[in-house]
């Protein structure tokens, strides 16, 4: 009975994947943008000639992956196409592995440094001063958040998107977030909170901003190099026989 009902799933799955190509094809044939309503149950069922668990199948996993937005009670919608799938992945990914394994969340890092020096290179000659000083603004409040005790990690965070936001190139503060948050859940989830002093993370940024009114391309590489050097070096000891040692 369960071989029998496995080659009835087995068809409709491909049924299904079929139709997640063909809704897919028709956003893109149809140049619908995020919130556009999508045609309804009964009309995917009519015109691709499936049945409605097919289609209702191949909506939902095109929800996971964020390319339509099912809100129950009003109709389908073309998704935001986020990277939230990619976030929710890489998670899961990391924190799969045994609890002292932090391999995975040093490729996590190793990913995000080689796009991020690339980047660096790419905005090194081009930043002008008003943008530098920007950056710099952003360094001043790292160390006054830092002075008073509180939390640098989103000016961190900001620091960084600001680097590239003249590039002009929507993916990049959306692959930098989605490191970002992968790294946060799981140095989290593993519970990790051995940050750096506030004025190690302050002198790496004005190393890079430095480097970056130099004009020197290269120095901001390393710069922003030296910076990774660090955070991986941290997260190669985020392990619960560190923390057990730390508690006693």
Same mark, same amino acid.
Do not use: C
């Given at each position: 009975?369960?071989?029998?009902?496995?080659?009835?799933?087995?068809?409709?799955?491909?049924?299904?994947?079929?139709?997640?190509?063909?809704?897919?094809?028709?956003?893109?044939?149809?140049?619908?943008?995020?919130?556009?309503?999508?045609?309804?149950?009964?009309?995917?069922?009519?015109?691709?000639?499936?049945?409605?668990?097919?289609?209702?199948?191949?909506?939902?996993?095109?929800?996971?992956?964020?390319?339509?937005?099912?809100?129950?009670?009003?109709?389908?919608?073309?998704?935001?196409?986020? $990277? @939230?799938?990619?976030?929710?992945?890489?998670?899961?990914? #990391? *924190?799969?592995?045994? =609890?002292?394994?932090? /391999?995975?969340? +040093?490729?996590?890092?190793?990913?995000?440094?080689?796009?991020?020096?690339?980047?660096?290179?790419?905005?090194?000659?081009?930043?002008?001063?008003?943008?530098?000083?920007?950056?710099?603004?952003?360094?001043?409040?790292?160390?006054?958040?830092?002075?008073?005790?509180?939390?640098?990690?989103?000016?961190?965070?900001?620091?960084?998107?600001?680097?590239?936001?003249?590039?002009?190139?929507?993916?990049?503060?959306?692959?930098?977030?989605?490191?970002?948050?992968?790294?946060?859940?799981?140095?989290?989830?593993?519970?990790?909170?051995?940050?750096?002093?506030?004025? $190690? @993370?302050?002198?790496?940024?004005?190393?890079?901003?430095? #480097? *970056?009114?130099?004009? =020197?391309?290269?120095? /901001?590489?390393? +710069?922003?190099?030296?910076?990774?050097?660090?955070?991986?070096?941290?997260?190669?000891?985020?392990?619960?026989?560190?923390?057990?040692?730390?508690?006693?």
């Amino acid at each position: 009975m369960s071989e029998q009902s496995g080659g009835r799933r087995r068809p409709e799955r491909r049924v299904s994947g079929q139709v997640q190509r063909a809704v897919t094809q028709l956003i893109l044939d149809r140049k619908l943008r995020a919130g556009a309503p999508l045609p309804t149950e009964t009309e995917l069922m009519e015109d691709l000639g499936v049945s409605r668990n097919s289609v209702r199948e191949a909506l939902k996993a095109l929800q996971a992956l964020d390319i339509v937005d099912i809100r129950h009670g009003y109709g389908t919608y073309v998704g935001e196409a986020s $990277l @939230t799938p990619l976030v929710d992945g890489l998670t899961f990914r #990391a *924190l799969a592995r045994p =609890d002292g394994d932090t /391999a995975a969340l +040093a490729e996590v890092l190793q990913i995000r440094e080689v796009l991020e020096e690339g980047l660096v290179r790419r905005v090194a000659g081009t930043l002008t001063e008003a943008e530098l000083d920007a950056l710099a603004a952003v360094v001043d409040r790292m160390e006054a958040a830092g002075r008073a005790g509180e939390p640098v990690a989103e000016l961190d965070r900001d620091f960084h998107e600001l680097l590239y936001a003249s590039l002009g190139n929507a993916l990049v503060p959306q692959l930098l977030g989605a490191f970002w948050t992968v790294f946060l859940r799981v140095a989290g989830a593993r519970g990790w909170t051995d940050d750096p002093t506030p004025e $190690l @993370t302050v002198r790496r940024h004005r190393d890079i901003v430095a #480097a *970056l009114r130099a004009r =020197d391309v290269e120095g /901001a590489q390393r +710069a922003m190099s030296e910076h990774f050097r660090g955070i991986e070096a941290r997260a190669a000891t985020a392990s619960p026989e560190r923390a057990a040692s730390h508690d006693a």
